[in-house]
């Protein structure tokens, strides 16, 4: 009875140190979730990570509004192994709290500098070491309706001189001349200011001021606001009136655009996908370009501003990293995998800034989606880019740029004061320590 | 086992300790954190500074405060007279029907019942200047409604208020009702046999005898206008412009926006305060004999 009792015993004993001995390593992440895009996550990554290797169980778990859910979260030390945020600015402050992890170990090891766009890379790394990883780059630029602009003979324009006449006759035709609403995403306003310092003020002189090398309340600055508030103010160039562009919410301006109630619309990359479902719908054929030159002191050839749209990182407190390590390296590490896993997204999403070559995308690729990526690519590398508001400014200035736009817009304070304020808070940041990495240009 | 410990008080006690233990770390805790905090420049993650008094200095040069301050005001008058008016009119007429007031009880009481977000979203349609009103009238040649009055800073905080007063004045009614069954009939038969007239019995029979669940509705409005939030945050985010900002967005958007913890937290310990001198008000004008 004994024996059979040992016998037993270790077996049971045998079986439990198996399975903790060779159980594979459990990485849980908590990503920003999007009902379009999740299943595609889970299942191009998530589930592909977990057929193709048994060494690491990656849980995927879909949260709205990360920021707030993951901050209680790493305050009580607990939290998943791996995590997204919204951008550089929230991993600066993560970083100084301790809450996040050094991957610069294992950036080393797995080479990640190598296998990312110098400027992504750069843009997690904090005191030396990085903190984080964008999963997603985007610019800005505009979308119009080419089949509309050849009817009415209308070239794209390339200056403020020709943006400002083709305005005209677009609004002479009874349309808008750009669709836009800030109804379902108020902080949207801070993508029209980032494009008119880049396109007005220029990539460098926005470049010394983040580094703190000139004044925001430089009249490049100030002027540049100015001309805003005079476009959506006085000429109503976003959907006719400031009041209407406060009311239209995504699918509102999509749909305005796609039906001719304008004739151009200015965003971010993540415009390609519904743009091009949305034509789809109709007889009219669209294209994109990069946003016109405003000002001769912005450069002569067309700027692209970096932009990440959400990081992914490591929790101090994992006892995983090793493991959560190993999944971002998996992610890095196949180009064709990742372009395949975006373009099912529309590029609009998951767009990891890899180093990226002809060789590497879908023949079938849309050739416009493709004239973005490498052309962006080739600007960026050869350091003709500028810089978007919520990957470069710190919190509070970054918060005031789109909170207190609309002051300027109501004529309570004027493109001066607003720039003063901003200064303000730029030089409180700067003391602070509050401010995010920006990479030499 | 000592006989204090198994007598009715103690067991009293008992019961409620699950409570208090619960109120203790959910409620009382962090409420007296947030008064430490206002002293700090804390962002909510890392290093605790002390600061003093720096916040309280700051809050009062702090323009956008001083607007939701004001906006909050306003706010209260706002419902401190329409939704009561309204309510204590439909609730008076409402005791003489008879048959089908059920029904009228429950249209009025209806959007207390939907869901901010339900409430905000018909409102937002019914005033899109494209799909609402503003476009219907449109296509009809009429230029009314054309701009949506959620989007235009001189109307926008009384349209959020709108909104909020619609959802808020069938709870009200509700309240007054059950009050105005409870005057005995006799007083206004004898007002009745005197030829008192429809508005003399409303003005010195109903309201006199009213008064408790009258005065408590005020308090209740006064003290619910305070942390007023969900509306202003969905309809508007405090815009255009702050013109529809009111303190507890302000608060919201130091402490989750812009990351100044310990300044929201002043912001926070301000509205505190201002509730307790309500409240203080009304204890006193109690013991000085008033009915409230």
Redesign the interface.
Same mark, same amino acid.
């Given at each position: 009875m004994n024996k059979i009792l040992n016998i037993f015993l270790t077996f049971i004993l045998t079986a439990f140190f198996a399975t903790s001995t060779f159980a594979a390593t459990k990485v849980v992440w908590w990503m920003e979730s999007s009902a379009d895009t999740d299943p595609t996550v889970q299942e191009m990554m998530c589930d592909a990570f977990n057929a193709e290797q048994d060494e690491v169980e990656l849980e995927c778990v879909f949260k709205e509004d990360i920021n %707030?859910t993951i901050?209680p979260a790493?305050?009580s030390g607990s939290g998943p192994d791996m995590f997204d945020t919204p951008g550089a600015s929230y991993i600066k402050? !993560?970083q100084?709290?301790?809450?996040v992890k050094s991957m610069q170990e294992y950036a080393d090891q797995y080479g990640w500098q190598d296998k990312l766009l110098g400027w992504a890379y750069n843009s997690g790394v904090f005191d030396g070491e990085l903190y984080s990883i964008p999963k997603n780059y985007e610019t800005m630029i505009y979308f119009y309706n080419k089949t509309l602009f050849e009817e009415n003979g209308w070239s794209t324009p390339n200056n403020l001189e020709e943006v400002e006449s083709l305005a005209a006759k677009i609004k002479a035709k009874g349309m808008n001349v750009y669709a836009y609403g800030s109804?379902g995403w108020?902080p949207t306003h801070e993508h029209l200011v980032g494009n008119y310092f880049n396109t007005y003020a220029g990539p460098d002189n926005v470049y010394k001021a983040l580094i703190g090398e000139k004044k925001w309340t430089d009249p490049e600055f100030v002027e540049a606001i100015e001309l805003l508030r005079k476009h959506m103010v006085d000429e109503g160039y976003w959907s006719g %009136?400031?009041?209407?562009y !406060?009311?239209?919410d995504w699918d %509102?301006f999509n749909n305005e655009f796609a039906t001719r109630g304008s004739a151009m619309l200015m965003i971010g990359t993540w415009g390609f996908n519904v743009t091009a479902t949305n034509f789809g719908e109709t007889s009219d054929d669209w294209d994109w370009n990069p946003l016109p030159i405003l000002n001769s002191q912005a450069g002569s050839a067309p700027n692209y501003q970096l932009a990440t749209g959400g990081t992914m990182s490591i929790n101090a407190a994992s006892k995983n990293a090793d493991g959560a390590a190993k999944v971002i390296d998996w992610i890095l590490s196949d180009k064709e995998r990742a372009l395949k896993v975006t373009g099912s997204l529309g590029y609009g999403a998951w767009l990891l800034p890899l180093k990226y070559t002809d060789a590497d995308f879908d023949p079938n690729i849309d050739p416009r989606q493709k004239r973005f990526l490498t052309e962006f690519a080739e600007a960026s590398d050869s350091g003709n880019y500028g810089y978007t508001t919520w990957t470069f400014y710190p919190?509070?200035p970054g =918060?005031h740029i789109w909170?207190d736009m609309? =002051?300027v817009?109501?004529g %309570?304070i004027t493109p001066l004061e607003f720039m003063e304020e901003s200064q303000r808070l730029w030089d409180q940041a700067r003391a602070d320590d509050a401010l995010v990495p920006v990479g030499k240009r | 086992m000592p006989k204090f410990l198994t007598s009715i008080n103690a067991i009293s006690w008992y019961f409620l300790f699950p409570v208090i233990f619960i109120h203790f770390f959910v409620v009382m805790f962090p409420s007296v954190l947030s008064l430490l905090l206002c002293l700090t420049d804390w962002n909510g993650f890392g290093r605790i500074n002390y600061v003093g008094l720096e916040n309280f200095q700051e809050l009062f040069r702090d323009r956008v405060f001083k607007k939701a301050v004001k906006h909050n005001i306003i706010w209260t008058v706002m419902f401190l007279t329409i939704p009561v008016i309204v309510a204590l009119i439909i609730a008076y007429l409402l005791t003489g029907i008879k048959r089908g007031q059920l029904f009228y009880r429950l249209v009025y009481f209806f959007p207390y019942i939907l869901a901010s977000i339900v409430n905000c979203l018909i409102w937002r349609y019914i005033f899109h200047p494209r799909h609402g009103l503003g476009g219907w009238f449109e296509n009809q040649g009429i230029d009314f409604l054309a701009k949506s009055p959620f989007a235009m800073k001189e109307t926008a905080l009384y349209a959020v208020a709108w909104v909020d007063m619609w959802h808020f004045w069938g709870f009200l009614v509700i309240i007054y009702l059950t009050g105005m069954y409870q005057v005995d009939d006799s007083l206004y038969e004898a007002a009745d046999i005197e030829g008192a007239t429809k508005f003399q019995k409303f003005r010195y029979i109903t309201l006199p005898m009213i008064r408790p669940i009258f005065v408590l509705s005020l308090i209740i409005i006064i003290i619910w206008s305070v942390p007023t939030f969900d509306y202003v945050y969905i309809l508007t985010m405090g815009g255009p412009a702050y013109s529809s900002e009111v303190v507890a967005n302000h608060l919201y958007s130091q402490a989750f926006q812009r990351m100044n913890v310990g300044y929201a937290s002043t912001i926070g310990v301000m509205m505190f305060f201002y509730v307790g001198i309500i409240v203080g008000f009304f204890a006193i004008l109690r013991r000085m004999g008033w009915e409230v």
């Open positions: %707030d901050r790493l305050l402050i !993560y100084d709290a301790g809450l109804a108020q %009136d400031l009041e209407t !406060y009311s239209l %509102d919190n509070d =918060v909170k609309e =002051v817009w109501a %309570d | -």
